[in-house]
């Protein structure tokens, strides 16, 4: 990139250093000549670093090859005034003699440089500045390389940018981790191979799930419609509050109409005084509502659908039980992976010991095949059927709807 002044009015003396330095043609020498001026100051002051009401000042000696070279190339360099200042080496010597404050100045004004070469490239690391040749003092190079750090501008603010290299962070750290995909889509009405096995884990064959009963798309609609129609049509509705013609009491007016100074009343069985009636309560009914038989079984279907998506539809051969204590089915539920709550289907009437090994453990519950709810599968996160209780669901659910 190359930057181009028309004149070098109003432009400090740093930044037009800075310019020709980048460009490596306005190199102050030694003697105090710049760009090849051969004559010498006429001010006729010593050789030694000094300001121009002649105190002396500390004066380094700065390499400005490295730096040119790690600088763009200025077109049209300005002709350099520099202040006035002698040197005390030789006329053959290639480096600046000049204080601190100004060298400060002239690092700055690289910098608004780079910063200016930068603003035209996408944000990101900088390389670093090519090395500085020449005998320098050790002191120093801290110094530049504070001065040196490269700027990069994002939204009008000058972001500061390290030499070190940016780490390298995992990707597992920057994303979340990837959902497993399933092997296959839910929903497709495909028939599914599932595994029968019993409370011992011992492997029984297989069996043929239907897809038009296991394997259908999943509605939450549907299955919020037959919850709210179970959950409704299961209240016994027995509520009753007495009016005032069942409240017991007489019927005779307490006082007067007129003269009494009192309100008016004709009984004292009204709901305003202590043991009258109750003004529009409750009265048994019905909260049953409808829901067409089509949307119940497919309730059911959505359900069966959803837990063997998820893995957690178990086939066993029976549930038969060596005897009805408690401790077999604790063992047996606590060997399952990941059940909290499990829900034991068979397909006939449940066995006696099933019942007594059931019956005092709150997060396993047994229904036989008739009784098959959505409203209980969903309470229950591990479902476990038995061979004979799959074939009785799938036949009822493909018996034709009587209309």
Wanted: with cysteine; aromatic share 6%; proline share 7%.
């Amino acid at each position: 990139m190359s930057l181009t002044f028309p004149s070098a009015s109003g432009l400090p003396w740093s930044l037009v250093a800075a310019c020709q330095v980048a460009s490596g043609e306005g190199i102050v020498a030694g003697d105090g000549r710049a760009n090849g001026d051969e004559r010498a100051d006429d001010d006729g002051r010593k050789k030694e670093g000094c300001d121009s009401d002649g105190r002396t000042r500390d004066s380094q000696s700065y390499s400005t090859s490295g730096l040119a070279q790690s600088l763009p190339k200025v077109q049209n360099p300005l002709p350099l005034q520099p202040p006035p200042c002698r040197s005390s080496s030789s006329s053959s010597s290639s480096y600046l003699f000049i204080d601190s404050v100004r060298m400060r100045g002239l690092i700055r004004a690289a910098a608004l440089l780079r910063q200016s070469q930068s603003q035209s490239q996408p944000r990101t690391w900088l390389p670093k500045a090519a090395p500085i040749e020449g005998p320098l003092t050790l002191s120093l190079l801290p110094w530049i390389a504070k001065h040196l750090t490269p700027f990069s501008s994002y939204k009008g603010y000058s972001t500061l940018q390290t030499h070190e290299p940016p780490v390298l962070i995992p990707p597992e750290l920057l994303s979340t981790p990837s959902a497993l995909t399933p092997d296959r889509r839910i929903g497709e009405y495909e028939d599914l191979i599932a595994t029968v096995t019993n409370f011992r884990g011992e492997d029984r064959g297989f069996m043929v799930l239907a897809g038009d009963v296991f394997d259908v798309p999943i509605r939450t609609d549907i299955i919020h419609r037959v919850v709210k129609w179970q959950l409704a049509k299961r209240r016994q509705g027995t509520h009753s509050t007495k009016t005032i013609s069942e409240v017991s009491g007489t019927g005779r007016k307490p006082w007067r109409q007129k003269g009494t100074g009192r309100a008016r009343h004709g009984t004292l069985r009204g709901p305003q005084f202590r043991h009258g009636a109750a003004c529009h309560g409750p009265k048994p009914r019905s909260h049953a509502i409808k829901l067409q038989k089509k949307v119940r079984r497919l309730g059911l279907k959505v359900a069966l659908s959803a837990r063997t998506a998820e893995g957690k539809l178990l086939v066993f051969e029976d549930l038969e039980l060596p005897s009805h204590k408690t401790k077999n089915i604790v063992n047996y539920v606590s060997e399952m992976t990941d059940a909290k709550k499990v829900l034991l289907v068979d397909g006939g009437p449940l066995d006696d010991k099933l019942k007594l090994a059931t019956r005092n453990l709150h997060y396993v519950n047994v229904l036989p095949s008739i009784g098959l709810n959505v409203y209980s599968i969903l309470q229950h996160d591990t479902l476990v059927m038995t061979r004979d209780a799959v074939n009785r669901i799938v036949e009822r659910m493909h018996t034709p709807i009587n209309r």
